[in-house]
């Protein structure tokens, strides 16, 4: 059975940083592209951004420059580091693979506020 449970969020100040993760387990993570999407109150739940199996990330526009996605397959882990953070980025995180899998993870929420 797939698990992805997500951690790391909390409450930060705006311009501040937070470092999400994502630990996979009834998969083999180094074979999926990997994402995370996040949902605000109130909206459908977006695309933040992914990376390849081999590594290569990908980012919703608005976001690039600011988030970068890593992951570690030895520990099934992946990452989001979240630099420069607004009020704009406060939402429910989630991790997924790509294509998604029907159960998704609790999320992890992260509140930008000062």
């Known amino acids: 059975q797939v698990q992805l449970v997500e951690s790391g969020g909390g409450l930060a100040q705006p311009g501040g940083s937070l470092r999400l993760l994502c630990t996979t387990s009834?998969?083999?993570?180094?074979?999926?592209?990997m994402a995370w999407y996040r949902q605000a109150p109130g909206d459908q739940r977006r695309f933040v951004g992914h990376?390849?199996?081999?590594?290569?990330?990908n980012y919703a526009d608005s976001l690039r420059g600011r988030f970068t996605i890593a992951r570690d397959n030895e520990k099934n882990t992946l990452y989001l580091q979240m630099d420069g953070l607004k009020p704009e980025d406060t939402a429910v995180y989630y991790c997924?693979?790509?294509?998604?899998?029907?159960?998704w993870g609790q999320g992890t929420q992260v509140t930008v506020s000062s």
């Open positions: 997924n693979t790509v294509p998604i899998q029907s159960t």
């Open positions: 990376i390849t199996s081999d590594g290569r990330p």
């Open positions: 009834g998969i083999v993570m180094r074979f999926y592209t």
